[in-house]
């Protein structure tokens, strides 16, 4: 079976990157974005980083951070894979010698297509819910019918992602990995094990369900 991966960001406490990797994520998100109330200092987050064992990535989120301020991260915390919620270009996302992927905000009148092959360079593209002055992290879901059928690079599904419709959305757009943060939060940047451990179980739920051909009846 072919697994969707498992991404939960915005985690600001050991006990909850513990918690996520027991629950079988298959990635940690750590956000780097000043005005996020789920923003790390490097030192925060080498304390986490310290508790997520081998082969669970750790992602460093940026928006729209000088470079300079990328690269003292990456000499401070040992970031696996980079990821950018702001207006970065494709040069700007490529210069830094490590994997990274770029969030679009999806909305109508956008055009995903044109928007995704910009950064194909990149290890994917996440798709996001816009929101006027927001870069992410808005626990809303966009319309996944604007994404459905496109030919797009690899795709990460986030945006208004919980226990609840993971599925769906992994119904819609069969996307390589899912991304959730406030879905699974009691606070911003407080994760609860319970509903963690919930949607994960939801997304293998969801994995069998196509595994076996059921899916169209599911949904």
């Known amino acids: 079976m072919v697994a969707t991966r498992i991404k939960i960001c915005g985690i600001t406490r050991p006990e909850d990157a513990r918690a996520a990797v027991e629950g079988g994520v298959d990635a940690i998100g750590i956000v780097f974005y000043p005005d996020s109330p789920r923003a790390l200092a490097a030192q925060e987050a080498r304390e986490i980083i310290a508790v997520v064992p081998p082969f669970v990535t750790v992602v460093g989120l940026f928006v ?4 300079a301020g990328v690269r003292r991260i990456l000499r401070e915390v040992p970031v696996d894979l980079l990821q950018f919620h702001g207006e970065e270009t494709p040069e700007y996302c490529r210069q830094f010698d490590r994997p990274w992927m770029k969030a679009l905000r999806v909305r109508h009148g956008g055009d995903i297509v044109r928007d995704s092959a910009r950064y194909a360079a990149g290890r994917g593209v996440l798709l996001d819910t816009w929101h006027e002055g927001k870069a ?26 919980d226990a609840e419709n993971v599925a769906e959305g992994i119904h819609a757009l069969h996307p390589v990995a899912v991304d959730v943060s406030s879905g699974v939060e009691v606070a911003p940047g407080i994760k609860d094990v319970a509903r963690m451990h919930a949607f994960i179980a939801a997304v293998r739920a969801a994995d069998r369900a196509i595994q076996e051909g059921g899916n169209e009846q599911q949904y």
Not at 64 to 67: I, Q, R, T
Not at 138 to 150: C, E, I, M, P, S
């Open 136 to 161: 992410g992290g808005t626990g809303q879901r966009f319309d996944w019918g604007l994404a459905r059928g496109q030919a797009l690079p690899p795709v990460v599904l986030a945006g208004g992602l």
């Open 64 to 67: 729209d951070e000088p470079a």
